[in-house]
């Protein structure tokens, strides 16, 4: 047995956030962990991981008990923790990370060679092509993901849990991810992987355990359940997978992108009209972060056209995209999206509070109240309140709080940059349904995702973006997966060609 | 004591506590050991002493909010106070003239910092520790003597009373109302704290994240200014080279002491003005216990070193908080809110 985790109960102040959680991942297993945003995912895994102290239930690695809870006994008993956030040092090579705070020593000298012998043993039994050497500056996300999985082999433990590790890697690296976990899998390793994504879970996963409201709603192979089963039991409700409607009367064009070139992007061209919802397919490092920035004019553009409602533009600053109705929910939520310390009424109201204010001066607090009131009923924000701080609200509400800034301010063209990466089922659908309503208000959507799930769902059309350029464009209906992927890496090996 | 602090609901009210007990402690000791401590008269020299402090102070809270620190503040009230009264003793300028003078070199000043900080995103820190030397520096290249006696318009405001405080103290009193105003009931007030927490995001959400924090600096030389006014009204004269030296640390002292994060993005006036009334009250009993200046010095370095301490503790704390707060949130709303990703190993809870 390599985890078994049993009657786990941990309460904040009265709030019981896990109640009698039962985990049980054999040696040589993948389990799926699924949840949505609060059900008690990241509580479980602090649990077994030593960061926090349940309040009763016992942990279980290999054939020992876990009785003091601190990461370091977890660790000794051997559990391994990998975050999604890379923790590595940029200076040094991928040896040196791998190693870094666990060196090999003989008396106060560093055994490099031995330490490089043995990163390179586990490259070759993870199967991956990276040169021990290497500066980790210059790696990839999978590069990177692949040092801090050698990182935790370290301490050769039994039990790896994996959270939400392919946030950041494009579907290739993901690939490979995936065969790397079968090989530790195939080596005896019990591993607990924790995902957003259904499609993984099919693909990888031996058994998938649901958590839902801190208890375990599902455990069962696999092979016995459906993507839909799993959706409904994540949500806890039926979600409507609607289907983008053609806008059947999508008006003028509203924003008009003409050889656009940025910094690694370009030329780039793409029109959104009113009343629709353009999605942009792209994979991170495809240019659709550059390509929201550049239009807003949060990074300088060098050469091209843009056109709002026909008058050509060129914005040095986000505040004059603003003030023309563009604006971005930017991808990278917690850096620039919310104000983490300032209320949920003001992290909405923001650029709106001079427009409701007296002669532009004085706030008026009713007009305020009532304007939020009305935005989080539309978004279904949860809690209903403004008065918590943004840090408070979970990641998807957080995430309404970005976008219910710019509903607030009736914007003529919404950029969105991957607006649901970390956000659960159920507030996706929320989000999904709010942008519509701004698209069938006349205003046009621009969306990116790397999701083609996400796409089909919401836009009207899709525009797929490979280094920088378009590749290809097609109605939201016809996006699905395979036809994405085979689009985007058609278009690679076109400029890939081109380019030799 | 990290525990029983972990019952507020946020780090501000729990420093404020800390002050007021400390406060509290400070009178009685005081109480006891000087029989002219709590007298009216001296309760009045208290708010004359401090009042241009905290004049000079308000302007840098903002400021201090909204990210950025000034450090000139003790040479801009030098400077300030020195010209205005070279004007009023040399040239006769009217009074009225001479304060808006006093005010708008202090803009000038406050202009300066805020183009090289606010616009050209120069160090806030080094920038301002610069024109902190080069002002005093200039201001004794065009006066190294002392100017005295400025007539009975400056006797008034530097030592006159209004129904029965000092009239320095009410216009403290006014300068701490009209920051009040600006932070709790205008747009722009809410400004300064999104500023002052994620920049990145403010200038996506179009505030003025560079305008703003260039005006504030702005005022804060402007505020400098009137406190420089103060300063040699109520000296009835300036000399350049000591007047309102070492005025910044003191005003940061306070600040610091009152709540504001020195990370800015969090703060109240209402702190700092119970920081100014510990601090005047501090200084003040040390006089009356006739304690030696050098001592006095050796507390103002303690208490700039113990509002470090508190601004490093209340970002612990509301670390702290925010794990209640969640819990809060979770009762309302029976979801657990945001996983922080950039803490992902939190700390055991002891």
Not at chain 1, 296 to 305: I, N
Request: net charge neutral.
């Amino acid at each position: 047995m390599g985890l078994e985790v049993r009657g786990l109960t941990k309460r904040y102040g009265g709030v019981t956030v896990l109640s009698g959680v039962d985990l049980v991942v054999n040696d040589g297993e993948i389990h799926a962990l699924l949840g949505a945003n609060g059900a008690g995912k990241s509580t479980l895994i602090k649990c077994v991981s030593g960061a926090v102290t349940p309040d009763a239930g016992t942990i279980r690695v290999g054939d020992r008990q876990v009785r003091s809870h601190s990461p370091r006994s977890a660790r000794a008993a051997g559990v391994a923790v990998i975050y999604q956030d890379f923790s590595v040092a940029a200076s040094l090579d991928v040896t040196e990370n791998v190693f870094l705070g666990q060196e090999l020593r003989r008396g106060p000298f560093v055994r490099r060679r031995e330490q490089r012998r043995l990163t390179r043993q586990w490259l070759a039994r993870l199967g991956a092509d990276l040169d021990p050497d290497a500066g980790v500056s210059l790696l990839s996300g999978a590069g990177l993901q692949l040092v801090e999985i050698m990182k935790a082999l370290v301490s050769e433990p039994r039990v790896l849990i994996l959270d939400e590790p392919t946030a950041a890697l494009t579907a290739e690296e993901a690939t490979t991810l995936a065969d790397q976990c079968r090989r530790l899998r195939d080596t005896g390793l019990a591993i607990v992987y924790v995902t957003h994504r259904l499609g993984e879970v099919f693909e990888l996963a031996d058994r998938v355990t649901v958590l839902r409201g801190g208890a375990v709603t599902l455990t069962a192979p696999v092979a016995d359940t459906t993507p839909a089963q799993l959706v409904d039991t994540i949500a806890g409700r039926a979600v409507s997978t609607l289907t983008a409607e053609a806008a059947a009367g999508a008006g003028p064009p509203v924003l008009e992108v003409q050889g656009l070139v940025s910094a690694g992007i370009g030329p780039i061209d793409l029109e959104a009209r009113a009343g629709e919802v353009v999605g942009v397919y792209g994979l991170l490092g495809s240019g659709r972060t550059e390509l929201l920035e550049t239009v807003l004019g949060a990074q300088p553009r060098t050469g091209g056209d843009v056109r709002i409602d026909g008058r050509s533009v060129r914005y040095r600053r986000p505040a004059e995209a603003v003030a023309d109705g563009v604006a971005l929910v930017p991808s990278d939520r917690l850096r620039k999206g919310v104000f983490l310390t300032l209320p949920g009424a003001d992290n909405v109201l923001l650029p709106t509070y001079r427009r409701l204010s007296h002669l532009r001066l004085l706030r008026r607090r009713a007009a305020e109240g009532t304007s939020f009131t009305a935005l989080a009923r539309q978004l279904a924000l949860h809690p209903l309140t403004g008065t918590i701080p943004g840090r408070s609200y979970s990641g998807g509400n957080q995430q309404k709080l970005v976008v219910g800034r710019w509903l607030s301010t009736r914007c003529r063209v919404l950029l969105l940059d991957e607006p649901t990466q970390g956000v659960d089922v159920g507030a996706r659908s929320d989000l999904y349904a709010a942008l519509r309503a701004v698209a069938a208000a006349g205003s046009a959507v621009v969306v990116t995702s790397s999701e083609p799930d996400e796409l089909r769902q919401l836009a009207d059309r899709v525009v797929v973006l490979t280094r920088g350029r378009v590749a290809a464009e097609l109605p939201g209906a016809e996006a699905t997966e395979g036809r994405l992927l085979e689009l985007s890496h058609v278009g690679e090996g076109d400029l890939q060609g081109e380019g030799d | 004591m990290l525990r029983h602090l972990q019952r507020f609901r946020n780090a501000e009210s729990a420093t404020s506590l800390v002050l007021t007990v400390a406060l509290v402690a400070l009178c009685v000791y005081f109480t006891a050991r000087s029989d002219r401590f709590l007298t009216v008269g001296n309760l009045q020299v208290i708010v004359a002493n401090y009042s241009v402090i905290a004049v000079a102070t308000v302007g840098m809270a903002i400021l201090m909010i909204s990210g950025p620190v000034d450090l000139s503040l003790g040479s801009t009230v030098g400077a300030t106070g020195t010209l205005m009264a070279l004007m009023v003793h040399d040239h006769h300028w009217p009074a009225a003239l001479a304060i808006l003078f006093a005010v708008g070199v202090g803009a000038a000043i406050g202009a300066v910092n805020g183009s090289l900080v606010a616009l050209a995103d120069f160090n806030p820190v080094i920038v301002t520790l610069g024109t902190q030397l080069f002002v005093r520096g200039a201001l004794e290249l065009i006066r190294d003597t002392p100017v005295f006696e400025l007539g009975p318009t400056f006797r008034t405001i530097g030592a006159g009373r209004w129904l029965g405080l000092p009239v320095q103290g009410w216009i403290a009193a006014a300068v701490f109302v009209a920051g009040g105003v600006f932070l709790t009931l205008t747009p722009w007030g809410r400004y300064v704290y999104a500023i002052g927490i994620n920049r990145q995001a403010a200038y996506l959400s179009a505030l003025p994240v560079r305008l703003l924090p260039f005006l504030l600096y702005v005022a804060t030389g402007a505020g400098a200014g009137l406190a420089g006014m103060l300063l040699a009204a109520r000296l009835n004269g300036a000399s350049p080279g000591d007047q309102g030296l070492g005025f910044e640390l003191q005003a940061l002292t306070a600040v610091l002491l009152g709540g504001v994060a020195w990370a800015g993005g969090r703060g109240r006036l209402t702190g700092v003005l119970l920081a100014l009334v510990f601090l005047g009250v501090l200084e003040n009993g040390l006089t009356l216990l006739n304690v030696s200046p050098f001592v006095q010095m050796v507390v103002r370095g303690l208490a700039l070193v113990v509002a470090a301490g508190l601004d490093a503790l209340s970002t612990r704390l509301t670390g702290r908080v925010r794990f209640r707060q969640r819990a809060v949130a979770q009762t309302t709303a029976a979801i657990e809110p945001a996983e922080p990703r950039d803490t992902p190993a939190e700390p055991a809870q002891v």
